[in-house]
């Protein structure tokens, strides 16, 4: 699984080495986009003049990101990880000892998800709590919880086959008034 950090465009950095593979792209956009499809892309280099002769317009996706080197021929794309946010408000009458086990469990998710093929857990990060926004903006939302997926894939594994994930949601009947999800990328 290719190692994602945040995501950004540099224009003269490259990325040698880790060549998983290449193809015309018509811009850095179109080369962003393929290697976000890739489970195993983490970089890119867009090459769009230069010394890549043949490879004009060319999109190399890289498994990871090595050293970093100035060139005037490339740009480079690091592909962002993605965050699925979960905003949650309880119903009133469920108890304080109900809420601290959903939150405890809901946590608990980050080590009890565990990949098919892996056979690890695959969930980056998992944080969250109660609400402390001083705004008063939260329209009734009292819990926020962040959940960090190295790619789409993931996510989508955890949204819809994820036994531990699907087992925790079943425990949840009757006890939340509203919940919220908005995934994002950075």
């Known amino acids: 699984m290719a190692q994602r950090r945040g995501s950004s465009t540099r224009a003269t950095d490259k990325y040698p080495g ?3 593979e290449n193809c015309e792209k018509e811009s850095v956009a179109a080369c962003i986009a393929w290697c976000a499809e890739a489970d195993e892309c983490a970089a890119a280099n867009w090459y ?8 004009l317009n060319y999109c190399w996706l890289k ?19 993605l965050n699925a946010q979960l905003l949650k408000s309880f119903k009133a009458d469920v108890s304080p000892d109900t809420v601290n086990k959903t939150v405890a469990g809901m946590l608990g998710l980050k080590n009890s998800c565990v990949h098919p093929a892996s ?16 705004e ?4 009734g939302i009292q819990y926020g919880f962040v959940a960090e997926f190295e790619n789409p894939g993931d996510r989508d594994f955890y949204v819809a ?4 994930h ?3 949601k079943d425990s949840l009947s009757g006890t939340l008034e509203k919940v919220i999800v908005v995934d994002y990328s950075f």
Do not use: C, H, W
């Open 161 to 164: 086959e994820d036994k531990a």
């Open 48 to 55: 769009n003049a230069g010394p890549q002769g043949a490879d």
């Open 18 to 20: 880790y060549d998983i």
């Open 119 to 134: 056979q690890k857990p695959y969930i980056k990060s998992l944080t969250g709590g109660p609400d402390n926004s001083p």
């Open 63 to 81: 498994s990871d990101y090595g050293e970093v080197r100035k060139t005037k021929d490339a740009q480079s794309v690091n592909i962002p990880i």
């Open 136 to 139: 008063g903006m939260q329209a």
């Open 166 to 168: 699907q087992a925790f």
